[in-house]
Antibody, heavy 112, light 112 residues
Framework: QVQLTESGPGLVHPSETLSLTCTVS????????VYWVRQPSGKGLEWMGR???????SYNSALKSRLSISRDTSKNQVFLKMNSLQTDDTGTYYC??????WGQGVMVTVSS | DVVLTQTPPTLSATIGQSVSISCRSS???????????LNWLLQRPGQPPQLLIY???RLESGVPNRFSGSGSGTDFTLKISGVEAEDLGVYYC?????????FGAGTKLELK
């Protein structure tokens, strides 16, 4: 059974760095891509970036300068790091197996 | 980046009514490998998105066959043949032909 679970701090201060972890089970990170998607409260979905099965990454053009996605295949984990957070980065952050299976999401609030 | 324009932004329907949602792309979504990577998702309130349709017209396992997808190139349509109460929520198209991947702004389906 495929499962994805996002984890990370619920509160981040402005200008700080957000670090999130997506822990997966039921599939191999060397066989499937994992995407990060976020959703500001009450708004639509925004594709943030991708860790491809072969280790390649791709990023949303608007976030590229602040965003980094990496992985540890031995731990079945994909990581997201985004720096210089501002209040409009507040929202729910999801990881998904190639858009097919989704985690429940983690709510992140950027506030002082 | 590819821009996906969804219409209408809001759709009011009665139970049993058939409805359609349009998704237009700023460029062709036909990949060089011959596939068209256009998917449809449904996000019910308080839930992560759920994959309904992939590769334009292929029904994800477990999705009722009242959902259907069609289109090619830059114009795509999701049709629901006989809306049921459980279909209410926000529908998104998403393309993964061209990196970075992008979502449409969403169409909210509500009861009339």
């Amino acid at each position: 059974q495929v499962q994805l679970t996002e984890s990370g701090p619920g509160l981040v201060h402005p200008s700080e760095t957000l670090s999130l972890t997506c822990t997966v089970s039921g599939f191999s990170l060397t066989g499937y891509s994992v995407y990060w998607v976020r959703q500001p409260s009450g708004k639509g979905l925004e594709w943030m970036g991708r860790m491809r099965y072969n280790g390649d990454t791709s990023y949303n053009s608007a976030l590229k300068s602040r965003l980094s996605i990496s992985r540890d295949t031995s731990k079945n984990q994909v990581f997201l790091k985004m720096n210089s957070l501002q209040t409009d980065d507040t929202g729910t952050y999801y990881c998904t197996r190639a858009g097919v299976d989704w985690g429940q999401g983690v709510m992140v609030t950027v506030s002082s | 980046d590819v821009v996906l324009t969804q219409t209408p932004p809001t759709l009011s329907a009665t139970i049993g009514q058939s409805v359609s949602i349009s998704c237009r792309s700023s460029q062709s979504l036909l990949h060089s490998n011959g596939n068209t990577y256009l998917n449809w998702l449904l996000q019910r309130p308080g839930q992560p998105p759920q994959l309904l349709i992939y590769l334009v017209s292929r029904l994800e396992s477990g999705v009722p066959n009242r959902f259907s997808g069609s289109g090619s190139g830059t114009d795509f349509t999701l049709k629901i043949s006989g809306v049921e109460a459980e279909d209410l929520g926000v529908y998104y198209c998403v393309q993964s032909t061209h990196a970075p991947y992008t979502f449409g702004a969403g169409t909210k389906l509500e009861l009339k």
